[in-house]
């Protein structure tokens, strides 16, 4: 039996039944938080997986049409602890969306949860700083922006060294005026931007930060785009590195597609010889609307390797599929090689084994699925290999992935609310963030 088909061997697993050890458990749902109930305070205490969120409120119209508005920005924390998972819901009535929550350990500044939003204009975007308080959490707002357009949103965040002074820097995408910009650290919750980028009707997904080059100094990497539309079209795309001179960043195209875009982008070593590659996520155009001499459907996984200056491009895998949103790299099925998770929407999850020069892909589950299917992988349980974390919106729940002798198994860890819609999935490991 292939690894994909023993994927969805043994599902239904109840509170009860433990994986190989009692750190992860697939947790009762009845301590889930659906709507706005709220459980008691939690005790900051054990690893937890941050879900950021947008929740929408669904009201009668006098013309008898249901209307769909966003709510308050949402961030779920779920966190294992005594036994079990449960969850805990912050609320930013500021943003009508999170796009991203991370943990935040920066010297000089106070540990806790990192979030960047959006709203409909004229109310800005915000990032912010969260902490927890004796009243609850607390939001302070380290940056704010309106640009313009219909909406202001921040869309990407990264936090690292871009300068090469030692202290960290933050990184901001945005949408609609393809904006990247940085911020670097004054005073306490004093952060100085500077724009390195900006092109109007332009959107900007996914920001990473990696030492590519080998130069000692890490570079960052954008994806902006033609602006994302209900209907699907071409939509044309660039990858772009930014590189530090010492007096601001010098841009410099990676790759550029004239039918086609990369949504998603990871910096990783897979080999563990040193050498970061970039790896981008090819999402195709509509059948039939591709540029002459360009390849047809399917995502295209491509790797991108500096090398005495130039660009080396491979093609390594094809995925049938429309969209992917998450690519994740770890050691997930105990053989002590790092492979390639491929989170991609509406046709499930994907794994990726590097080889020399097409890699084989599995389909690890085609039934967790979700518009973004956000993903995350995280060694929690301690055996040296890694978990896949999953939020399946179309399925309402929160899964992990684990593998055993026989291979994959899902764990159903806590129920998503039908009307959540999950844009990012990280996770917290030093407690300190959360308490």
């Given at each position: 039996?292939?690894?994909?088909?023993?994927?969805?061997?043994?599902?239904?697993?109840?509170?009860?039944?433990?994986?190989?050890?009692?750190?992860?458990?697939?947790?009762?749902?009845s301590?889930?938080?659906?709507?706005?109930?709220?459980?008691?305070?939690?005790?900051?205490?054990?690893?937890?997986?941050?879900?950021?969120?947008?929740?929408?409120?669904?009201?009668p119209?006098?013309?008898?049409k249901?209307?769909?508005?966003?709510?308050?920005?949402?961030?779920?924390?779920?966190?294992?602890?005594?036994?079990?998972?449960?969850?805990?819901?912050?609320?930013?009535?500021?943003?009508n969306?999170?796009?991203?929550?991370?943990?935040?350990?920066?010297?000089?500044e106070?540990?806790?949860?990192?979030?960047?939003?959006?709203n409909?204009?004229?109310?800005?975007?915000?990032?912010?700083?969260?902490?927890?308080?004796?009243?609850?959490?607390?939001?302070?707002?380290?940056?704010?922006?309106?640009?313009?357009?219909?909406?202001?949103?921040?869309?990407?965040i990264?936090?690292?060294?871009?300068?090469?002074?030692?202290?960290?820097?933050?990184?901001?995408?945005?949408?609609?005026?393809?904006?990247?910009?940085?911020?670097?650290?004054?005073?306490?919750?004093?952060?100085?931007?500077?724009?390195?980028?900006?092109?109007?009707?332009?959107?900007?997904?996914?920001?990473?930060?990696?030492?590519?080059t080998?130069?000692?100094?890490?570079?960052?990497?954008?994806t902006?785009?033609?602006?994302?539309?209900?209907?699907?079209?071409?939509?044309?795309?660039?990858?772009?590195?930014?590189?530090?001179?010492?007096?601001?960043?010098?841009?410099?195209?990676?790759?550029?597609?004239?039918?086609?875009?990369?949504?998603?982008?990871?910096?990783?070593?897979?080999?563990?010889?040193?050498?970061?590659?970039?790896?981008?996520?090819?999402?195709?155009?509509?059948?039939?609307a591709?540029?002459?001499?360009?390849?047809?459907?399917?995502?295209?996984?491509?790797?991108?390797?500096?090398?005495?200056?130039?660009?080396?491009?491979?093609?390594?895998?094809?995925?049938?599929?429309?969209?992917?949103?998450?690519?994740?790299?770890?050691?997930?099925?105990?053989?002590?090689?790092?492979?390639?998770?491929a989170?991609?929407?509406?046709?499930?999850?994907?794994?990726?084994?590097?080889?020399?020069?097409?890699?084989?892909?599995?389909?690890?589950?085609?039934?967790?699925?979700?518009?973004?299917?956000?993903?995350?992988?995280?060694?929690?349980?301690?055996?040296?290999?890694?978990?896949?974390?999953?939020?399946?919106?179309?399925q309402?729940?929160?899964?992990?992935?684990?593998?055993?002798?026989?291979?994959?198994?899902?764990?159903?860890?806590?129920?998503?609310p039908?009307?959540?819609?999950?844009?990012?999935?990280?996770?917290?490991?030093?407690?300190?963030?959360?308490?």
């Open positions: 039996m292939s690894p994909s088909s023993r994927a969805t061997t043994r599902v239904r697993r109840t509170a009860g039944q433990l994986l190989r050890c009692a750190l992860i458990v697939a947790a009762a749902t301590q889930a938080v659906c709507g706005r109930d709220r459980p008691a305070q939690l005790p900051p205490q054990g690893p937890a997986l941050l879900l950021a969120q947008a929740q929408f409120e669904q009201t119209a006098a013309t008898g249901v209307e769909t508005t966003p709510g308050a920005a949402r961030l779920t924390i779920a966190r294992f602890g005594a036994g079990r998972w449960t969850a805990e819901v912050l609320e930013d009535p500021e943003s969306v999170f796009h991203k929550a991370m943990p935040f350990l920066v010297p000089g106070p540990p806790g949860i990192l979030t960047i939003g959006a409909f204009a004229p109310i800005p975007a915000r990032m912010k700083l969260w902490r927890r308080m004796p009243n609850g959490w607390q939001g302070t707002t380290i940056a704010s922006a309106d640009f313009g357009s219909r909406f202001n949103r921040f869309r990407d990264e936090v690292g060294d871009v300068t090469g002074d030692g202290e960290p820097e933050i990184v901001v995408a945005t949408h609609d005026q393809g904006v990247v910009s940085v911020f670097r650290k004054g005073h306490v919750h004093q952060w100085t931007a500077t724009t390195i980028d900006h092109a109007a009707n332009t959107f900007v997904h996914e920001i990473e930060i990696a030492d590519v080998g130069d000692g100094v890490a570079e960052i990497f954008a902006p785009t033609a602006p994302n539309r209900v209907e699907r079209r071409v939509q044309p795309g660039r990858i772009m590195m930014y590189t530090f001179d010492g007096a601001g960043w010098v841009p410099s195209p990676v790759a550029e597609f004239a039918d086609r875009h990369a949504k998603e982008i990871l910096a990783a070593d897979l080999e563990g010889a040193g050498q970061v590659d970039l790896f981008a996520a090819i999402e195709p155009p509509p059948p039939g591709e540029a002459p001499g360009q390849r047809g459907p399917g995502v295209t996984i491509n790797r991108y390797r500096w090398d005495r200056g130039t660009w080396l491009t491979a093609e390594v895998a094809t995925i049938a599929a429309e969209s992917c949103r998450f690519l994740r790299a770890g050691d997930v099925d105990g053989d002590h090689r790092r492979e390639l998770v989170s991609c929407g509406r046709t499930g999850l994907w794994l990726l084994r590097p080889g020399a020069e097409r890699w084989p892909t599995e389909r690890i589950d085609h039934a967790s699925t979700a518009v973004e299917l956000a993903t995350a992988l995280a060694d929690l349980d301690r055996d040296g290999v890694a978990e896949i974390y999953v939020a399946a919106e179309d309402g729940q929160l899964r992990a992935y684990v593998w055993e002798a026989d291979g994959f198994h899902r764990y159903e860890l806590m129920e998503i039908r009307d959540v819609m999950t844009f990012g999935l990280e996770v917290v490991v030093d407690p300190e963030c959360l308490r």
